[in-house]
Every structure is written in structure tokens, then in C-alpha cells.
């Protein structure tokens, strides 16, 4: 029943009083963390290190989940650490993270959630513009989506980790619900549906079931097909519901995704000059490239190293080396870090067989 206006329950009143006596605390608990987290801050500057620990805020995260005695849910741990930490380390130095926008792309969305919402934003054109701010040093972080649970790998990002000095730091993945956006709320009269090939590409059934006449407009983000939208009654566009919200357009039909599960993966990329390889947290993952001679036996003569020193591979992707050859390229990634003697021992023998071999990063599990 709705709460009376008039005569709020008695109880009510002093178990709000009691919220706001215990926000009171937290706020003043809150401000003695900031305080160390600004000396901890003063103490890096001393020394010259960076700021963000990847590591270190993976480890408090994990902490505070195995100790949590409730009723505060696990999964609210994570997001709600994320953010405390996220303003402790915007009082240390600005984090500067590049990514490609405009605002409200799923990117924005990962880069918000890995790195709390006290950064400074840097939307780019495309995946190549991530990268090049974040080489030039006019972002300290990049974040490009690396694969989708329903569309497989985002080529375009595997083939710019085969040249790039940058090396990952970090992973975070995202639950990715596409929504049909649009000036009016209804599916009448639309003529083109405007958004980046992926989103199109995991909308491919709805699509053809319910829209089977309206064009497919590939465009360069769905923020960018959001905007298209809201300048053109008879174009929809395919994005989340924050874009929806940010471009003023009716959510006309939610979670139009044909896989109800769709997540997408995400990389986020430093300079290893100017930030260092995470250390280890305890639970790692470590992305590597490497090809192999075109003969028999060559993969498997690859995989004889990460079976004798008992590494698992949770993921082993292959890309044509475009040499004409029948080549590949094989992105791998191994559970553990180089720090622990068995992975380095296989990496150490995996090099050995391999024609090319690039670390890509070492950087801790995403943790939900
Ligand atoms: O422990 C540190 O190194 C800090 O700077 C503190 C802190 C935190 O708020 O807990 C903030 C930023 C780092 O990424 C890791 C942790």
C-alpha cells in the first residue's frame, strides 16, 4: 500500500532517523579513507609510482566480498568499492580515460565501470583514436571492447594489440542489453535502423522479424546512430537506454539482443612507459600473440608447454597474418602471471616454438 503523506508510520520516522545517524558515519568513515588515500598519494609522488593499482583494488575488492557478512548483496560489493575508490584516486592525481563515445556508448559505459565515474573523459572517433590518445599520453587509459558473447571477436582491436606499444592492465566485461530507440514510441514508419554493425549484428533476429523492411544502417557508433535518431522521425537506433535518455528518444522496444546473456568484453591498454605491468593479484590473466611455423604439428608442438607446466588457456582465437600463406595469428590467454615460476617457465618454452611472440598484458580477472 502507498505510503499517507500526511501520517507517516511512527516506526518509519525513526528508522530514518537511524539511516541518516549511520550515513552520518559513513561519511565521516568515507573522509578518513580520502585522507589516506591523499597520503598515500603524497607518498607515490615521493617516490615517483603511479597511481592506479589495478591490483590493489581488485585485492580490496576480493576482501571485502570474502567478508562480507550481509545483508548487503556480494555483487553490490564491487560496484560500490569501485566508486569509493574511484574518488580517493581522483583526489590523488585526474584519470584520463579515452574511449570511443560519443556519450552514452556501451564503451563509456565499461570505462564508467571499471574506473568509477571520477574520471575525465576522452569519447573518441574509433577504436584506432583510443589507442593513438593513449600512446600519445593525452589519455593514461584506453578501453576497446574485445569480444561478444554473441558476435565473437572485435577484429578491428585484435589486429591494432599485433602493432601497439600499448600493453593491457586490466579486463572488465559487460552485461549488453540493446534497446529499439526512437522519436516516436511506436515501430510505425521507420524506414532505416542506425547503429554500429555490431549492435546490428546481435539484433539480426529481431530485426528481421519486426522491422523486416527498414534498412540496416551500419554507423559508427550506436551513441552516433542515437544521435541520427533524434534528428530524423523515421530513423530508430539501436543503443542503451542511457543514450536513449541523453538524445531525448522513447525506448520503443527494450532488450531487442537475440541472446538474452549478450556480454562484451573489454581491454583496458597503457603506456608501459608510463604505467607498469600490474603485479600479481592471486587471480591473473595473461594475453599473448604468437604465430607459428606454417607445418604439421606446429599448434600442438605450441600447447605442449602450457600442458607440462599444468597452465590453463581460457581462450585461443585465431586471426589470418594476411601474408597470403594460410598464417594465423593465435591470440591466447593463459590463467596466472609471468611473477609465478610455472607460468613463466611455460611462456619461456611456448617463445621458443613460436616464429612471433607478444605479451600483450598481464592484468588481474575481472571481478563482478
Ligand atoms: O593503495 C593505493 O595504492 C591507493 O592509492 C589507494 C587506492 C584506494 O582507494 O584504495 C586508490 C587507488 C589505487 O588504484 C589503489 C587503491
Known amino acids: 500500500m502507498a505510503d499517507s503523506p500526511t501520517a507517516p508510520h511512527p516506526d518509519l520516522l525513526a528508522l530514518r532517523h537511524q539511516i541518516d545517524g549511520v550515513d552520518r558515519e559513513l561519511l565521516a568513515l568515507l573522509n578518513r579513507r580520502a585522507g589516506l588515500a591523499l597520503k598515500v598519494g603524497e607518498l607515490k609522488k615521493q617516490e615517483g609510482s603511479v597511481v592506479f593499482r589495478p591490483e590493489r583494488e581488485a585485492q580490496v575488492i576480493d576482501g571485502l566480498k570474502a567478508a562480507n557478512p550481509g545483508p548487503l548483496r556480494s ?12 574518488a580517493c584516486r581522483a583526489l590523488e592525481t585526474p584519470t584520463r580515460v579515452a574511449y570511443l563515445g560519443p556519450a552514452g556508448t556501451f564503451s563509456e559505459e565499461a570505462a564508467l565501470g571499471f574506473f568509477g565515474s571520477s574520471i575525465v573523459k576522452v569519447p573518441c572517433a574509433n577504436f584506432d583514436e583510443v589507442l593513438h590518445n593513449t600512446v600519445a599520453g593525452s589519455a593514461d587509459f584506453g578501453v576497446v571492447p574485445v569480444e561478444n558473447s554473441t558476435e565473437g571477436v572485435v577484429t578491428r582491436s585484435l589486429d591494432l594489440f599485433l602493432t601497439t606499444p600499448l600493453f593491457i592492465i586490466g579486463e572488465t566485461s559487460l552485461l549488453v542489453r540493446h534497446n529499439l530507440l526512437r522519436r516516436e514510441n511506436s515501430l510505425e514508419g521507420i524506414t532505416a535502423v542506425c547503429a554500429h554493425p555490431q549492435a546490428l549484428a546481435q539484433c539480426h533476429g529481431w530485426l528481421s522479424l519486426h522491422l523486416p523492411h527498414a534498412e ?39 532488450a531487442i539482443q537475440d541472446e538474452a546473456h549478450n556480454r ?11 604505467h607498469p605491468r600490474p603485479a600479481a593479484s592471486g587471480h591473473d590473466c595473461t594475453s599473448l600473440v604468437v604465430s607459428v611455423a606454417n607445418r604439421p604439428g606446429a599448434v600442438h608442438d605450441m600447447l605442449v608447454p602450457l600442458k607440462k607446466h599444468d597452465v590453463s588457456m581460457t581462450r585461443f582465437e585465431s586471426r589470418p597474418a594476411r601474408s597470403g600463406q594460410w598464417e594465423y595469428y593465435f591470440y591466447i590467454d593463459l590463467q596466472g602471471h609471468p611473477d609465478q615460476p610455472h607460468v613463466a617457465a611455460a611462456m619461456q618454452e611456448l617463445r621458443a616454438v613460436c616464429a612471433f611472440f607478444k605479451l600483450l598484458g598481464t592484468y588481474p580477472i575481472d571481478v563482478h
Not at 555483487?75 to 574511484?86: F, G, L
Not at 540496416?216 to 541520427?228: D, K, M, Q, W
Not at 562484451?264 to 608510463?274: C, E, G, S, V, Y
Open 75 to 86: 555483487e553490490s560489493v564491487a560496484p560500490i568499492w569501485r566508486e569509493i575508490m574511484s
Open 216 to 254: 540496416r544502417r551500419p554507423v559508427a557508433s550506436n551513441a552516433e546512430g542515437a544521435r541520427l535518431a533524434a534528428a530524423d522521425a523515421s530513423i530508430a537506433a539501436i543503443a542503451s537506454e542511457r543514450a536513449g535518455s541523453e538524445f531525448g528518444l522513447h525506448v520503443v522496444s527494450p
Open 264 to 274: 562484451t568484453r573489454f581491454a583496458i591498454l597503457a603506456h608501459p612507459d608510463r
